[in-house]
């Protein structure tokens, strides 16, 4: 059970509802991760990989087992909302917290924008009658709204819908499977292996697009605040729904890469229309089973996938508001539904910016989503780094197994990962990081140096801006 003192020891109070169980947490993160999300961008791994997209998301699986590993050995040292924010600030220091915070902002802020917009695009072309810019007001509003009730409401919502998108994945496997049995397809491991295509830096390269559908799983560390038995269930949650989600995201790519039509003109043109997968589906079922896959895709990123980003945004910013570091109204929590209200206004309003901007551009999904994975990599890269200085270096641990080759090979896999992505990516990546660097020096120029209660004696200020909000 969690001990109410936990954050009051940092500086805080507990404001936040605690109510989500295991189930609630891993429905969360199955819906964050979107079970058929490898569906959107299946060709762009497929083209990416050299054809050995099932390769691709087995490795990003691998890679972020680590990842997941070091996430909960920082959860239970410091149990609140803010996740790679709090582990690196408390973990190695507040200026690095904010620097990892900023980076990580960037994938959060960014996702929902990405979801609505993919999802819109995607409604507008079954549904040409309704505009692009009808499809994102609509999925914004009935999010905020949901978000807006309580977390309560938002587990429902996304339990009901995570149904939905199961049958639709059971669906494709059986019709799939069935299609392939029947010599439809061309069954073979090509999409684990091809000695043809294979280098180590085009599955790298290939990763760092699969990861997209693998973010989410970090989000459950946001509900750190609102999950009952805490920290250790917030462990065994972001594991369990890592592993699953890989299983099932193997399972359907695999499927798929037997079933494209011509694979040479896929990996030779790549797949503009992101419509590869839907043909695959196509060829297994009809044109009923593409329209299936893709409304439900469309559907699953407009609605639950978007709300629980809308979630894990608005408790970044909430944590880091609450530090000062980002304006205070942020900071602000419902009395009535215990949720940051301002924190998740605010970014139903981004996101709905965003995303009409994003479709004015012909480039739109495919620079956000670089934008998104290269933050979220660089995050996750600073994230082994804090559970190496805090328990090895600071703590004196002896775990080395748990507190250095853990961390240190998660660490490695990534870096090789970051180093072989999208060259726009990392350029429009560090420009972020770089303008980061900026607002941190104005931060320190202004006297409003990053401070995180429970590394010093709060402030008397301090204390009283906490008990305020």
């Known amino acids: 059970m969690f001990d109410q003192d936990e954050l009051t020891r940092y500086g805080y109070r507990q404001e936040l509802s605690r109510q989500l ?40 699986v691998v890679a972020l087992v680590f990842t997941a590993f070091s996430y909960a050995q920082m959860v239970k040292a410091f149990p609140m909302s803010g996740s790679v924010y709090n582990y690196a600030g408390r973990g190695i220091s507040p200026p690095v917290g904010f620097l990892a915070g ?8 960014l996702v929902p924008g990405l979801l609505y917009l993919v999802a819109s695009v995607a409604m507008h072309a079954t549904v040409p009658a309704v505009p692009v810019w009808a499809w994102l007001l609509g999925f914004v509003a009935v999010n905020t709204i949901v978000n807006s009730v309580g977390i309560r409401m938002t587990a429902v919502v996304t339990r009901v819908m995570l149904v939905g998108e199961l049958i639709v994945l059971a669906v494709f496997l059986a019709v799939a499977g069935w299609a ?24 790298a390269g290939a990763v760092s697009i699969a990861v ?20 250790r269930q917030i462990g065994r949650a972001m594991a369990a729904v890592l592993i699953l989600a890989g299983v099932l995201f193997i399972a359907q790519t695999w499927l798929a890469a037997m079933l494209v039509p011509n694979p040479s003109g896929l990996l030779a043109d790549g797949d503009p229309n992101g419509t590869a997968f839907y043909d695959a589906a196509q060829a297994a079922g009809g044109g009923w089973l593409a329209t299936l896959c893709a409304v439900a895709t469309a559907v699953a990123w407009g609605l639950p996938n978007s709300m629980v980003a809308q979630v894990a945004t608005s408790r ?5 508001a609450r530090d000062r570091q980002l304006p205070a109204f942020l900071a602000k929590v419902s009395i009535r539904r215990s949720v940051p209200i301002n924190a998740t206004l605010l970014t139903g309003a981004a996101s ?42 600071r703590g004196r641990s002896r ?61 008397p200020q301090q204390r009283r801006d906490v008990e305020r909000v």
Do not use: C
Not at 102 to 109: Q, T
Not at 186 to 200: C, I, L, P, Q, V
Not at 361 to 371: H, V
């Open 21 to 60: 169980r295991f189930r609630d947490l891993l429905a969360y993160g199955l819906v964050y991760m979107v079970p058929i999300a490898p569906m959107a961008i299946f060709g762009s791994v497929y083209a990416g990989s050299g054809g050995m997209v099932a390769l691709a998301y087995a490795i990003g």
């Open 102 to 109: 900023w980076v990580i902002l960037l994938d959060y802020v």
């Open 180 to 203: 392939i049995a029947s010599g439809r397809g061309r069954f073979g491991w090509e999409a684990f292996y091809n000695s043809d295509t294979f280098t180590w830096s085009v599955v």
């Open 212 to 231: 997209l559908s693998f973010l989410g799983f970090d989000g459950i560390s946001m509900l750190a605040e609102e999950a009952k038995g805490g920290a």
């Open 316 to 320: 970044l910013l909430y944590a880091m």
């Open 352 to 393: 709905l910016a965003l995303g009409l901007y994003m479709a004015t551009r012909a480039d739109g999904i495919t620079l956000l989503s670089s934008l998104i994975n290269f933050g979220a990599m660089v995050a996750f890269l600073v994230l082994h780094v804090s559970v190496v200085v805090h328990h090895l270096t």
């Open 399 to 459: 775990n080395w197994w748990a507190h250095l080759v853990m961390p240190a090979v998660g660490f490695a896999i990534l870096a090789y990962v970051v180093v072989n992505a999208n060259i726009a990516a990392q350029r429009l990546g560090l420009a972020w990081l770089a303008l980061g660097v900026i607002v941190l020096a104005g931060l320190y120029l202004s006297g409003r140096r990053p401070v995180l209660s429970g590394l010093a004696p709060v402030q």
